[in-house]
């Protein structure tokens, strides 16, 4: 089955940096859409980078400039580098698969989800 492990969160002061990782297994990795979504407290779960099955990019404008998204096909590991960390981008960050997604920010897309990893930024 389908498991998605995240990794690499943490407490870091504004202006930080962090990377987080996310462990996949149970699939064939490269044929899935990825993202990152991420939940403040009192918040709705929003996209924050994802890859579409064609390995195109994309972010939301929030992040854009600071966050990159990456995968490493042959480690079933997809990351994101977050730099220039804000306050405003402390939340629980999960990472999530899907076969299809017409749409990669949007996580009704996805039906497969990490458990998250906290990231706080202060």
């Known amino acids: 089955h389908v498991q998605l492990v995240e990794s690499g969160g943490g407490s870091v002061q504004a202006g930080g940096s962090l990377r987080l990782s996310c462990a996949a297994s149970g699939y064939t990795y490269s044929s899935y859409c990825m993202g990152w979504f991420r939940q403040a407290p009192g918040k709705e779960r929003e996209g924050v980078a994802a890859f579409d099955k064609d390995g195109t990019t994309m972010y939301a404008d929030s992040v854009k400039g600071r966050f990159t998204i990456s995968q490493d096909n042959a480690k079933n590991t997809l990351y994101l580098q977050m730099n220039s960390l804000k306050p405003e981008d402390t939340g629980v960050y999960f990472c999530?698969?899907?076969?299809?997604?017409?749409?990669?920010?949007?996580?009704?897309?996805?039906?497969?989800w990490g458990q998250g990893t906290q990231v706080t930024v202060s």
């Open positions: 999530a698969a899907a076969v299809h997604a017409i749409h990669p920010l949007k996580d009704i897309e996805y039906n497969h």
